[in-house]
């Protein structure tokens, strides 16, 4: 069963591939939650080659039960400041319950990809945890203890978050994040899920102009931003060029162009000359390279 402190399990359904301790294959539409009452099987988990991550439904479906594993304190206590510095010993055995749920091609080399998943899911727990449960000062957060956690763990927790070293964190990330003006509307699911999703519906990979405008823009059709929407125009210039001219594009830049883009001002190689144009002047000087 789930572990006690995680979220409810939703009845979203995914259809995956199964392999049994004979080597046979099945296909089922399962929930997250049936994956821990799996017996002598385990789900097959695709990867995408080029960047190396889980993608299709049964990505889906492991990213969500990673999220659920880790809200187990037992396996997975919350008293670390740091997942890389977490005992090898509690990593080896949460490897372990994943493997004997999950099929992977080659396990020691899916290995850091997925711990390292899982090591997002349980700051994600602490998160939660520490939203919920933080009042005012030290000692009421300490009295404030949720059900499940052991007092140790969340003593350790609370007396780390309430150090200056932690305040003086908190306080950069905040400004870090003020910066991510550009978002995408990919939610949890992965830039590779989401590409691999294209290609089977058009039939082909999209290009990183085409991927860039696909995640950028709302159901309505508006980007998310207008950051996003020049950065998209600048992009789609840029591989106009290259298809139009079979050119290696260099050294962008970006100049007040029509309709008040920023559009790129780039060195484009013709064999052995340099020369620099926009879409709308084919040629507008030569350099030597």
């Not at 000692?139 to 003593?155: A, F, K, S, Y």
């Not at 949890?188 to 999703?197: G, I, L, T």
């Amino acid at each position: 069963m789930p572990p006690t402190l995680a979220p409810e399990c939703n009845s979203f359904k995914w259809k995956i591939e199964v392999i049994d301790i004979n080597g046979n294959i099945e296909g089922k539409m399962v929930t997250s939650k049936d994956i821990w009452k799996l017996q002598n099987s385990r789900v097959i988990v695709h990867f995408d080659e080029d960047s190396g991550q889980p993608i299709g439904e049964s990505g889906s479906l492991l990213g969500s039960w990673l999220g659920q594993l880790s809200n187990d304190v037992n396996l997975l206590p919350i008293n670390y400041s740091d997942w890389r510095l977490v005992n090898s010993h509690i990593k080896n055995k949460a490897w372990e319950v994943i493997q004997s749920k999950f099929w992977f091609d080659d396990p020691t080399m899916r290995k850091a990809y997925v711990m390292g998943a899982l090591g997002s899911r349980c700051k994600d727990v602490k998160l939660r945890l520490w939203k919920e449960y933080k009042r005012d000062n030290l000692i009421e957060t300490l009295q404030n203890r949720p059900e499940h956690i052991p007092e140790n763990q969340w003593g350790h927790l609370v007396h780390m978050r309430f150090t200056e070293k932690w305040k003086k964190m908190q306080e950069r990330n905040t400004e870090n994040q003020k910066k991510h003006t550009m978002p995408h509307v990919c939610g949890r699911k992965s830039f590779p899920r989401r590409r691999n999703e294209i290609k089977i519906k058009t039939g082909k990979t999209p290009s990183r102009a085409e991927f860039f405008i696909v995640t950028r823009t709302k159901s309505n059709g508006n980007f998310v931003c207008e950051e996003a929407q020049n950065r998209a125009f600048n992009q789609a210039l840029v591989a106009w060029w290259q298809k139009r001219y079979s050119c290696t594009v260099r050294h962008p830049g970006s100049s007040l162009g029509h309709n008040g883009f920023n559009i790129p001002f780039v060195w484009i190689s013709f064999r052995d000359n340099w020369e620099c144009g926009y879409p709308d002047t084919r040629i507008i000087k030569k350099k030597c390279d």
